[in-house]
C-alpha cells in the first residue's frame, strides 16, 4: 500500500522538530545556528499540509 503526500510531510516534520531538539544539546554545524527556524519549519509542515 502506497503513502499518502500527508504521511510524508508528517514524517519530515518530525524528523525537522528532532533535528531542532538535538541541535540544541549537541552542536550539528548549520542547524544548531537555525533551531529556530528548523522548529518553525516542522511546525509549518504541519500546520498547512
Known amino acids: ?3 499518502s503526500g500527508k504521511s510524508y510531510t508528517f ?3 518530525v524528523i525537522l522538530a528532532a533535528v531542532a531538539v538535538a541541535s540544541y ?5 548549520f542547524v544548531s545556528e537555525n533551531r529556530f527556524w528548523f522548529a ?3 511546525y ?3 500546520l498547512f499540509r
Not at 544539546?25 to 554545524?29: C, N, Q, R, T
Open 25 to 29: 544539546f549537541l552542536k550539528i554545524e
Open 11 to 13: 514524517i519530515i516534520s
Open 44 to 46: 509549518a509542515l504541519l
Open 40 to 42: 518553525i519549519a516542522a
Open 1 to 3: 500500500m502506497a503513502k
